[in-house]
């Protein structure tokens, strides 16, 4: 029975990866134009939101969400989730139609076919290094300053040990957010963890429930009030994560 779970796993991690690819390879030469130029960007976030929405639903996931407050078209965001799977960035690119960039680490860069248009799409950041972080912060301020909204995993990745529920938070969403002015959208994801781990044979179609919670305001704040925002959004993403960790033990 342990041998069929696996190469049922298999098969499904294997389709998924054949979703991408072949995705990516279908809309290669719309994505390649879009990406020539700044100007034609948000022609390239409604390519990458239709991979999103045909590897996210062509995988077997669906969702339920509970929305608390509506974006508006023409502002910019801070977009922050708790970090847990792969397909945290299909989901996100599906719920916010505002465009915006990743945050990403630059290992995802060294896979075949989707490296290439990560590389290009998103901010790369090697987070062992001071001097990358510090480049990846003044990049992601050039792309607010165009108008574009910024989505950061605050955790930093995805903690090796599955039981932490959700990992202290980094700075550089917050400080971004409060230079300008713009407000931080918290986003809970429940369900990937165990759906979509990175663990290759574990995982199964399924339900996501998103709590996309009230916009937290940076608008007259200042750099000593990142520790109290940060500890607020944390919060509020962290809330529902426990209540749902509380029902499935109880």
Not at 15 to 28: G, K, P
Not at 111 to 124: D, Q, R
Not at 211 to 234: A, I, N, W
Request: hydrophobic share 50%.
């Amino acid at each position: 029975m342990e041998f069929l779970k696996k190469v049922v796993w298999f098969f499904w991690k294997l389709w998924f990866y054949l979703i991408i690819l072949v995705v990516i390879l279908l809309l290669s030469p719309f994505l390649i134009i879009s990406l020539s130029t700044d100007k034609f960007y948000r022609f390239f976030f409604l390519l990458a939101r239709i991979w999103a929405y045909a590897v996210f639903y062509g995988t077997g996931f669906r969702k339920s969400i509970i929305t608390k407050q509506q974006f508006d078209p023409t502002k910019s965001y801070m977009l922050t989730a708790n970090h847990t799977s792969m397909m945290d960035i299909m989901l996100m690119l599906i719920l916010v139609k505002n465009p915006f960039v990743f945050v990403g680490k630059k290992e995802l860069a060294k896979l075949p076919i989707f490296g290439y248009f990560y590389k290009k799409a998103c901010i790369l950041v090697d987070r062992s290094s001071a001097v990358s972080r510090q480049k990846t912060m003044i990049m992601a301020a050039e792309k607010l300053a165009k108008g574009l909204s910024v989505c950061i995993f605050p955790e930093g990745g995805v903690p090796n040990d599955e039981s932490v529920i959700l990992d202290d938070f980094k700075d550089g969403a917050f400080r971004l957010a409060i230079d300008f002015e713009i407000p931080v959208v918290p986003m809970t994801f429940i369900g990937l963890k165990k759906m979509f781990p990175f663990r290759f044979f574990a995982g199964h179609p399924g339900n996501v429930f998103i709590y996309q919670h009230p916009f937290v305001e940076t608008k007259g704040l200042s750099q000593r009030d990142k520790p109290e925002l940060k500890y607020q959004v944390r919060e509020l993403i962290l809330q529902p994560l426990l209540k749902h960790e509380k029902n499935n033990h109880s």
